[in-house]
C-alpha cells in the first residue's frame, strides 16, 4: 500500500511503492503523494438510502482519477465517516476530517442540519466542503437571506440548488400543472423540512392557492392519525410534506388508508426507492421534487450509473450520486491546479494546499455528469434545473423538468 507520513509542519512527504487504490486495481505509482477527500453522509439508519448513494458517487469519481491519472504523481483516497443524520456527529466527523494532514477537502453531508455544525469546522481549517444535497438557503446566503444575502462561509459549496428555487418550482406546478387549489402544509420541525415547507406555503398563495392547515411532526413518530384526521378535515386536495422518507412514507400509507385518497408532494429529501418500498400502493400518484434533471437522461452519466451497478453498491445514486461525483471531481480538479501553478507538483504544504483547492473549487468551470459545474459568489451551483417526479406504477417518472420561471 502507499505509506504517506506527515512532518509537524504539515507538509506532505512523497513515498514510493506499489499500491492497490479503493477499485481493487494495481498500480505501481512510484512516488506518488495520497491526498484524502472525506466523505460525511448518513451511512446507516435513517436516510442511509440516499446517504450510501453519496459516498460511492464520490468513490467512483476518485477511482476514475487513480485509474486515468488525473493529477500526475498523486493517488487520491475516499475516507467515509457516518454521521447518521446527526448534527453532532455531523461535527465531529469535520473534526476528524481537517485533523488528517493528508485531507484536502470534504463531500457533504446530506443533511441541511448537519451541515450548519460543519460549517465553522471546515472554515477554521481553511478546507473546502461541497455537499451534493443540501438545500437550505441560509448556508450559502446567510440567515436574513431573504433581505440581505450574505455569504458566511467561503469553503462552503454546494452542487445542489436551494429551497428556495424547489419550493418554489413545487408549487408552481402543483397549482399550474396539477390544478391544485387547496393544499395542508406540514413539516418534520428540521432545518431542511422547516425551511422548504415555509418556501412552498409562501409561493402556493402567491400563485392563488389556498393554504387550509399547517402542522408539524417529530422525526422518529410512526402514528400519525391525529394529523391524518386534521388533513381529512381541512379539504385539501393537496398534502405538501417538508422533511425526509422515513415520515412521509407512513404518513401517505395511514392517509389512504383513511380514505384521503389525495397526493402528497415532497422534496428531494423524500427522493427514494425507498419512500415506495416503504409505502407500497399508497405511494402511487405521490410527487416529488429532486436536484437537476434525471441522470439516467445524462448522455456522460451513462458509464456512472453502470459503475455503480456492476461494483454492486448499495443505496440509491438517484437523487445525488453523480451529484457527489461532480463535487468530488471539483475538488480533484482543483488540486491539479494547485500542482499545475506550483511546476507540476503538488504544494508539500497541507493549509497552502487546502487554500489553494479552496480557490480552485471557487474558479470550478467544468462539464460534469450533471451539466456544467460552477459556482456563484455565495458558492451555490449556477445549475437551477429541477425535476417533479411522480411514482407511477410503483416507480419514480420524470413528469416536469426546468427551473421555478418555467411554471410561473
Known sequence: MILTSVLTTGALTLTACGSRDDSGDKSGDSGATTLTIGVDAPLSGENSTTGLGIQYGAQIAVDDANKNNWVPGVKFKLKALDDKAQPATGQSNATTFTGDKTAVGAVGPLNSGVAQTMQQV???????????????P????GKNWQTDKKRPFKTYFRTATTDELQGSFAAGYAYNGLKKKKAFVVDDKQTY???????????????????????????????????????KNSGADLLYYGG???????????????????PLFGGDGMYASTYIEAAGKA?????????????????????????????????DYGAYGAYAYDATTAIIKAVKAAADANGGKVPTDINDLRSKVVDGVQKSD???????????????????????????????????????????
Open 138 to 141: 441560509e448556508l450559502t446566503q
Open 283 to 315: 405511494a402511487e400518484g405521490d410527487l416529488v421534487t429532486a436536484i437537476g434533471v434525471p441522470a439516467d437522461t445524462l448522455p456522460a452519466a451513462k458509464q456512472f450509473i453502470q459503475t455503480y451497478k456492476d461494483k454492486g453498491y448499495k443505496g
Open 366 to 408: 467544468f462539464e460534469g455528469l450533471t451539466g456544467k459545474v460552477s459556482f456563484d459568489q455565495y458558492g451555490d451551483t449556477t445549475n437551477k434545473q429541477l425535476t417533479v417526479y411522480q411514482v407511477e406504477k410503483g416507480a419514480w417518472k420524470a413528469v416536469e423538468t426546468g427551473t421555478p420561471d418555467d411554471l410561473q
Open 244 to 262: 425526509q422518507y422515513d415520515e412521509s412514507a407512513l404518513i401517505t400509507k395511514q392517509l389512504k388508508d383513511a380514505g384521503v385518497k389525495i
Open 122 to 136: 471546515f472554515a477554521s481549517a481553511n478546507m473546502v466542503q461541497i455537499s451534493p444535497a443540501n438545500t437550505a
Open 193 to 231: 423540512g422547516a425551511g422548504l415547507a415555509k418556501i412552498f406555503n409562501e409561493q402556493f398563495k402567491k400563485f392563488g392557492g389556498k393554504v387550509v392547515g399547517t402542522d408539524h411532526v417529530n422525526t422518529g413518530d410512526k402514528d400519525f392519525g391525529s394529523l391524518v384526521t386534521k388533513i
